[in-house]
């Protein structure tokens, strides 16, 4: 059974995969000072309610928090007698591997997302993943990943404003009913929308100016299906595009190992 871990700057996912389809997954804040221990008895509890009885063998983990990955070593070392597969490390291989300036690194959940993109849908590809910052990746025809877009993220942009001006409430991202506000709140949700609409927009037609041939769009992201309401914006939103490329870079690379 393999634990497919994605830690991200605010949450850590975890899921449990048969080789076949994910049999859960759960989600939990990011703090480098989590213990192995404490990662354990919340993973074991969530299994155990979920009738998961199943022993885990192998882990894969992506991760942008550096000072994370030590104690989910830990935890695999500990608990599950493996070495975890990290991405991005030299021990992981990639099917394609990313074709970008000499001497930079590319977050791990880019390139997941990069190799979970390519096996779905295909070459030549946009993917847009709303997390605690919203990038755009490009994957060329032959699924390696080619470069992007970093921007601020959603949550980002609301937090960031209610901070630098005393006056402004915090709120809730969500689909205003006009563009043109008639109180604080519904001002500053319309900003947030429909900037970031404009923002998604004028990015991916950039995008596309720059190459060649029709390029899909895939969203990812827990404030994807937000921005897809009623636009063309997006051909395909893939709810679990990261954990997918996971379980991809796994078995390529298990694959590998007994060719």
Not at 38 to 52: A, C, D, P, R, T
Request: aromatic share 8%.
């Amino acid at each position: 059974m393999l634990l497919a871990i994605d830690c991200g700057n605010t949450n850590t996912v975890f899921a449990i995969w048969d080789g076949a389809h994910f049999l859960a997954d759960w989600r939990i804040a990011t703090d480098h000072r989590r213990t192995a221990d404490e990662y354990f008895v919340w993973l074991s509890s969530l299994m155990s309610l979920n009738k998961i009885d199943a022993m885990i063998t192998e882990v894969i983990i992506s991760s942008t928090v550096p000072r994370v990955v030590f104690n989910l070593r830990v935890l695999c070392n500990r608990y599950y007698d493996c070495r975890p597969l990290v991405v991005g490390k030299p021990e992981c291989r990639l099917p394609a591997p990313p074709r970008v300036d000499v001497g930079t690194t590319v977050g791990p959940d880019r390139l997941v997302n990069a190799v979970g993109s390519f096996d779905r849908y295909g070459g030549n590809l946009i993917v847009v993943d709303f997390g605690t910052a919203t990038t755009f990746d490009v994957v060329d025809t032959d699924g390696a990943y080619i470069g992007g877009v970093i921007a601020p993220g959603v949550n980002l942009s609301l937090e960031a404003l209610h901070m630098a001006a005393a006056a402004l409430p915090h709120v809730d991202v969500t689909k205003p009913q006009s563009a043109i506000g008639t109180n604080t709140v519904a001002c500053m949700q319309s900003g947030i929308f429909w900037g970031y609409i404009g923002l998604c927009e004028g990015i991916v037609r950039q995008i596309r100016t720059e190459r060649e041939g029709p390029m899909q769009v895939i969203a990812t992201g827990g404030l994807a299906p937000l921005f897809d309401q009623g636009f063309t914006l997006f051909d395909k939103v893939d709810s679990d595009l990261t954990m997918h490329g996971l379980t991809v870079i796994h078995r390529f690379n298990k694959d590998t190992e007994t060719a």
